[in-house]
């Protein structure tokens, strides 16, 4: 007993004495308080306490530590200040990071809060990438990483989304203020439902999202990766260049940016940040509409193939969001009446939440035909998934969010009633014709001229002459016929 309270006594003065001013990495036998530093390797970054702004209430965090301007990218104890005392952190016997608030010890104020094997010792370490983590000593098998709790900023290397296996959700919550570095009001997260999509929200309305995976690659200042297998969810970049920073944040401010900074610069700048305009908001057609984002002084608002406006008058006056609904809402049926689907080219697919994979290897007649069972399925798109085949995509409920974009985008099909079909049918048919007539017209002088060398060379011609009509549909019908005696022009 007496040897305990000995062991006890030595470390708690060990704790009291001890400090790592400039290392890279804590052991148990040190601490950091005020004043304290650990310092990565490479002099990236910096973990120790600060106070952000004009506040007061002091914060144990990491920064940049090559940059004049102090950039804080994770904080431990954000929501639990430390008031009107220095903290301080250390390696409980249990093997976690503890910070406390005060020298008694009594009530921490964080903790990593992980389960450690009996008799193993662990010891902390800042990395270059940002990263502090928790290893066991001997194995440098990682019990505990920064990277896993992001706080509104996401580094180079670190994952956003989810880990079945770990049971973690990796989000970016963004600070209250620039003086309060609390759970603020906007997060940037991966929705896994139907085909997973990154959403910015304000509380648990979304703000703006991405298209829905499979992403196109695009080159650009990162590199980023997605991966979406049964373990993990998740979407990390890199930067191949290291002459600058690039960081992501969710910001109090209700957006969310890339910054990057270069020695040159001298400051952090926008590289994008989102939503940028009115269009690029949410819902901001409402449901069952398209948004054509080409020229952003315009309305830009339309319904999709067989919906009208839900509100006409706040439609007119250039407000969409309302949406538009199904025409024929009380008379017309689109289950097992005859019902089928029109193709929607060029768009940014509609938010998946309400979707589903139904196969990874259907052709598109196979993926409309399993749509078209289920009454309740409004739409459907074959999207390339790489590495692999074809994948059909079913939506349910409503349609939500769909852009007009030719640069990265899919055919969307939409489920319509057999009016809405026969219309369309006669429309297209119609149209054909036109053009016809048209080219016909436009074409005569020519097809004299050929006629005339042909009656001048003593032949009788019989002329069959095709024409592709708009979207290169062939039209294999005699559109004229020429008979030398007669002279006659039949069409």
């Not at 060029?346 to 289920?374: F, G, Q």
């Not at 002329?463 to 009509?469: E, S």
Request: glycine content about 8%.
């Amino acid at each position: 007993m007496e040897a305990e309270k000995l062991f006890l006594l030595f470390s708690l003065l060990m704790l009291q004495f001890s400090s790592c001013t400039s290392l890279d990495s804590l052991k148990t036998s040190q601490t950091i308080k005020e004043g304290d530093l650990l310092i990565s390797k490479g002099n990236n970054f910096a973990l120790g306490f600060f106070s952000p702004g004009s506040s007061t209430n002091r914060y144990l965090g990491i920064w940049y530590h090559k940059i004049p301007e102090q950039t804080v990218v994770w904080v431990a104890n954000r929501n639990d200040p430390i008031i009107g005392s220095s903290g301080f952190l250390f390696i409980d016997q249990y093997g976690n990071l503890v910070l406390y608030g005060n020298d008694d010890q009594k009530l921490p104020v964080w903790s990593t809060n992980v389960s450690v094997e009996e008799n193993v010792t662990c010891e902390a370490q800042l990395l270059d990438s940002g990263n502090l983590i928790l290893v066991r000593k001997r194995s440098r098998k990682i019990v505990w990483q920064s990277f896993d709790y992001p706080t509104n900023i996401l580094l180079p290397g670190m994952k956003l989304g989810l880990d079945r296996k770990l049971g973690i959700d990796r989000i970016l919550t963004s600070w209250k203020s620039a003086e309060d570095p609390g759970f603020g009001d906007f997060s940037v997260r991966i929705n896994p439902n139907g085909s997973p999509q990154i959403f910015f929200y304000s509380g648990t309305k979304p703000i703006c999202r991405t298209p829905p995976w499979p992403w196109r690659s695009q080159l650009g200042l990162y590199k980023s990766t997605f991966v979406n297998d049964p373990d993990e969810i998740y979407f990390v970049y890199t930067v191949p260049d290291d002459s600058f920073l690039l960081r992501l944040i969710a910001d109090h401010s209700g957006l969310v940016k890339a910054l990057t900074w270069r020695q040159s610069d001298g400051q952090w700048k926008d590289y994008w940040k989102a939503p940028q305009f009115q269009c690029n908001y949410y819902g901001h057609c409402g449901a069952y509409s398209t948004r054509e984002v080409a020229n952003r002084n315009e309305f830009g608002c339309a319904c999709l193939p067989g919906f009208e406006p839900k509100y006409p008058l706040e439609w007119s006056s250039r407000d969409g969001s309302g949406g538009c609904v199904r025409k024929r809402l009380h008379t017309s049926s689109v289950c097992q009446n005859g019902e089928g689907f029109v193709r929607v080219e060029n768009v940014i697919l509609p938010d998946t939440s309400a979707a589903a994979w139904v196969d990874m290897s259907k052709s598109r007649a196979d993926c409309e035909l399993e749509c078209k069972r289920n009454c309740s399925c409004s739409a459907y798109a074959i999207i390339a998934i790489p590495g692999k085949n074809y994948g059909c995509l079913t939506w349910y409920k409503e349609l939500v969010d769909i852009n007009y974009d030719r640069s990265d985008s899919y055919d969307l099909y939409v489920r319509v009633d057999a009016y809405e079909l026969g219309t369309l049918f006669l429309l297209s048919n119609y149209f054909i014709r036109l053009s016809l007539q048209i080219l016909i017209y436009k074409s005569f002088p020519m097809l004299l001229t050929i006629v005339n060398k042909l009656f001048t060379a003593g032949k009788k011609p019989q002329i069959l002459v095709r024409f592709r009509c708009q979207k290169g549909y062939p039209l294999p019908y005699v559109l004229s016929y020429f008979h030398w005696k007669m002279g006659w022009f039949f069409l």
